[in-house]
């Protein structure tokens, strides 16, 4: 079953700028993963966030976590043309035996 | 990170037949692998779980006739899709996870397949 549910958006921004993408789920989670994808690729793993972390960032990438609000967002700082991609949230949850739900995704276009 | 690799890439078939994925972790032994299916300008659907030596678990809605899942090994796991007819056409990944690995593993790059 699909948990994590980005708010279907497609982003379209101009290089330089920062890039904010959300994310909500229903269940109690072990972590939250975020994942990006090209165009007919496959996923690539960018970060994780256990349940009793809150932020954590990655070179120019910044997550959150509200466990109170079942919510998460990714925030890309001044992008590139090279994060045109589209962005997944997944979710481990507690009782999922380490499968992922992954949430509708959010298209990212950033313009050179 | 771990290497998982998929094979093959890409599949074009016509419609009746079978066509096997395979999925393999290079350098590490899976103790679990997952398959999932996306359409286009989707997400990720979870298919089925195969533990190692055990019969796959799967997805509610997904039919296990049709997609039969093999994990003989602990560094290969294949996904059978029987008797492929046109609304079989989509983007087959699997991952495959170490039993210490983080939830979820390490993602293949995925094979699309295609059925006319």
């Known amino acids: 079953s699909q948990q994590g549910e980005e708010d279907p958006q497609a982003l379209s921004i101009q290089e330089g700028e920062n890039a904010t993408m959300n994310c909500s789920y229903k269940?109690?989670?072990?972590?939250l993963q975020w994942y990006r994808q090209n165009s007919g690729r496959g996923l690539v793993h960018l970060i994780l966030?256990?349940?009793?972390?809150r932020e954590k960032h990655s070179g120019r990438l910044r997550v959150t976590l509200d466990t109170s609000k079942k919510s998460s967002s990714l925030l890309i700082t001044a992008s590139r043309a090279a994060d045109t991609a589209s962005y997944f949230c997944?979710?481990?949850?507690?009782?999922?035996?380490?499968?992922?739900?992954f949430g509708k995704g959010n298209q990212v276009v950033v313009i050179p | 990170g771990a290497v998982v690799s998929q094979h093959p890439s890409w599949v074009i078939c016509k419609s009746g037949t079978s066509v096997k994925i395979e999925c393999r972790s290079l350098?590490?032994?899976?103790?679990?692998m997952f398959w999932y299916r996306q359409f286009p300008k989707q997400s990720l659907m979870l298919m089925a779980t195969?533990?190692?030596?055990?019969?796959?678990?799967?997805e509610q809605g997904v039919e296990k006739d049709k997609f039969l899942i093999n994990h003989a090994s602990l560094t290969l796991s294949t996904l059978t899709v029987t008797s492929a007819h046109p609304e079989d056409s989509s983007f087959y990944i699997c991952?495959?996870?170490?039993?210490?690995?983080?939830?979820?593993?390490?993602f293949g790059p995925g094979t699309r397949l295609t059925v006319l």
């Open positions: 991952s495959a996870r170490h039993s210490s690995g983080r939830a979820g593993g390490f």
């Open positions: 269940t109690s989670i072990n972590n």
């Open positions: 966030i256990r349940s009793n972390e």
């Open positions: 997944a979710t481990d949850s507690l009782y999922g035996n380490n499968r992922l739900a």
């Open positions: 350098d590490f032994q899976a103790t679990t």
């Open positions: 195969s533990n190692e030596g055990s019969k796959a678990t799967y």
